[in-house]
């Protein structure tokens, strides 16, 4: 099985997308075939969640690159840098989406010398070897969260964390999809998330695709459902993990850590070993993006629901403190507190 929602097509010239804004009600395709196309997939959410934005992105560079193919060596690194500062600067908040232009940038430099080709063919190496990657780290990702839920357990998601956002499986909901083929049954409370709906527009939907039992709450019903006891666990995804395990994610995750730290339910963050960013020391190293009042007042209403001047405050992410986390699981292994020590260990990569 191939991932969809992001593809390099066959002659590179374009990446092909599934919008995602367009889900659950339309499964429509775009190719991205330019830097402002790319910038835009990526800052209006049509492609989102951190690896796959990274896998967009390193794709798209390629693409892009494939237009500088008559430049001399010095001409193309010069417009690959200019390119790919241009399409990081999209989104501030993963960490994923810089990572993957690096690398696809070091794969060109790498071919310096051998000519332009040389160095495009590198750079399609890489890109697919960047996704190829996501495949297997969400696979392992998933196996070690089976270790940490039982056959019928209920698990509370917030934002979307599956397939659609990075490769096949995911991070938070690799564990339930991967527990679906081995015949787990789960019981699956997924957050709406406001404004942007990501829980309700396609986390319900990956999970009802897969056949998984999932109940769609508004946000501000987690409470309740952990009071009832219906929740064994909270799986989320994250952007950004400093240093000392404090993590970026969807905005409204810290509120759900913080229940669930008071109903005593284990609060479990999935994530690639790369998106632990030792450049930033603490939460409060990481920028958090601040998006447009309309999302809040006007995207999915056919009335504004607040008075035009009213002023809003629009974070899409939040930090949550790290003593909330009850584990952080990446692809090589399960990290406990203290972080500081155990993140270190993981991305030597012996945990
Ligand atoms: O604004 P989004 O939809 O890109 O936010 C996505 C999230 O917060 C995800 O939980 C995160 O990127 C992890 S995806 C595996």
């Not at 909901?173 to 679906?180: D, F, I, N, V």
């Not at 002023?311 to 090589?332: G, M, R, S, W």
Request: proline share 4%.
């Amino acid at each position: 099985m191939r991932p969809e929602n992001v593809v390099l097509s066959d002659d590179g010239r374009s990446v092909v997308i599934i919008d995602q804004t367009k889900l659950p009600g339309h499964t429509e395709y775009l190719a991205l075939t330019t830097p402002e196309e790319l910038y835009e997939a990526i800052f209006e959410l049509k492609v989102r969640g951190a690896p796959a934005i990274g896998i967009c992105a390193g794709m798209g560079l390629y693409v892009c690159a494939n237009s500088f193919v008559e430049c001399d060596e010095t001409e193309f690194m010069n417009r690959l840098t200019k390119t790919s500062d241009y399409i990081n600067s999209s989104r501030p908040t993963a960490v994923n989406l810089r990572h993957a232009l690096e690398r696809v940038e070091k794969a060109a430099l790498r071919k310096r010398g051998y000519g332009v080709d040389a160095m495009l063919s590198e750079m399609r190496s890489e890109c697919i070897a960047i996704q190829n990657e996501d495949i297997e780290m969400c696979r392992a990702i998933s196996e070690y969260g089976l270790t940490l839920v039982k056959d019928g357990d209920g698990i509370l998601t917030h934002c979307n964390a599956g397939p659609l956002a990075t490769s096949l499986y995911g991070t938070g909901l690799g564990t339930l999809l991967l527990g679906k083929e081995r015949g787990y049954t789960f019981h699956a409370y997924t957050d709406e998330t406001r404004p942007l709906l990501q829980g309700a527009r396609l986390t319900a939907y990956e999970l009802n695709k897969a056949g998984i039992d999932v109940t769609l709450i508004c946000d501000n019903m987690a409470s309740i459902v952990m009071k009832q006891g219906r929740i064994n666990a909270c799986f989320v995804g994250c952007d950004r993990v400093a240093a000392n395990g404090d993590t970026a994610n969807k905005i409204g995750t810290s509120g759900v850590a913080v229940l669930a730290k008071y109903y005593g339910v284990p609060f479990y963050v999935f994530c690639p070993s790369s998106t632990i960013d030792f450049g930033c020391k603490t939460g409060a190293d990481i920028k958090i993006e601040e998006r447009s009042p309309d999302e809040i007042k006007t995207k999915f209403f056919s009335e504004p629901v607040a008075p035009s001047e009213v002023k809003c405050y629009n974070p899409a992410f939040d930090v949550t403190d790290a003593e909330l986390i009850t584990a952080i699981i990446t692809e090589k292994g399960i990290c406990r507190a203290p972080y500081t020590e155990s993140l270190k260990i993981c991305a030597a990569g012996d945990k």
